[in-house]
T-cell receptor, first 112, second 111 residues
Framework: NAGVTQTPKFQVLKTGQSMTLQCAQD?????MYWYRQDPGMGLRLIYY???????DKGEVPNGYNVSRLNKREFSLRLESAAPSQTSVYFC???????????FGDGTRLSIL | GQQVMQIPQYQHVQEGEDFTTYCNSS?????IQWYKQRPGGHPVFLIQ?????EVKKQKRLTFQFGEAKKNSSLHITATQTTDVGTYFC???????????FGTGTRLQVTL
């Protein structure tokens, strides 16, 4: 039972490069989320998808785009990476707003 | 927008001592969840509280939801080294599909 799978686990980019972070869940969950976590800080919501076919901005959406490709997959794209986007990115999914969120292992992204 | 603060940011205890982290929301919550993140790991769900004044226990962990549904606490009795990690509260306002995570409390336990 894989749960939430994120790829890649690590990535180093140069400023201005683009990149897509992939997330897939096998729990038939309706809602999926992308968070970033900076050292010593909590989780900040970038974008979320309450259900297939919908996406909404979270707290810190600037510089990112998302695609809910199907019920299983929710990708996060950095069009022009900036050093301020160096962070650990977590994808999560849930069966409903009153259900637990299940997290992937994270992608550790460094932008030079 | 909604803000969720936690105190303290960091606490270092000797094994066997008790530990408490407090969570305060700027808005009334419909529910609150607690997560634990081990160093280098991802957040893992611990529990959800829904009712005003609710208290739930999991072994040495006691969770409370305030009467006004704007604050919560997690208390660990007789900490162990396995309790090391960062504890996050996360609140949902109204019927929102999203959670707002607190700033987290990092717990260090030494022998």
């Amino acid at each position: 039972n894989a749960g939430v799978t994120q790829t890649p686990k690590f990535q180093v980019l140069k400023t201005g490069q683009s990149m897509t972070l992939q997330c897939a869940q096998d729990m038939n969950h309706n809602s999926m989320y992308w968070y970033r976590q900076d050292p010593g800080m909590g989780l900040r919501l970038i974008y979320y998808s309450a259900s297939e076919g919908t996406t909404d901005k979270g707290e810190v959406p600037n510089g990112y785009n998302v695609s809910r490709l199907n019920k299983r997959e929710f990708s996060l794209r950095l069009e022009s990476a900036a050093p301020s986007q160096t962070s650990v990115y977590f994808c999560a999914s849930t069966g409903g707003a009153d259900q637990p969120q299940h997290f992937g292992d994270g992608t550790r992204l460094s932008i030079l | 927008g909604q803000q969720v603060m936690q105190i303290p940011q960091y606490q270092h205890v000797q094994e066997g001592e008790d530990f408490t982290t407090y969570c305060n929301s700027s808005t009334t919550l419909s529910n609150i969840q607690w997560y634990k993140q081990r160093p280098g790991g991802h957040p893992v769900f611990l529990i959800q509280l829904v009712k005003s004044g609710e208290v739930k226990k999991q072994k040495r962990l006691t969770f409370q939801f305030g009467e006004a549904k704007k604050n919560s606490s997690l208390h660990i009795t007789a900490t162990q080294t396995t309790d090391v990690g960062t504890y996050f509260c996360a609140g949902r306002a109204g019927t929102a599909s999203k959670l707002t995570f607190g700033t987290g409390t990092r717990l260090q336990v030494t022998l």
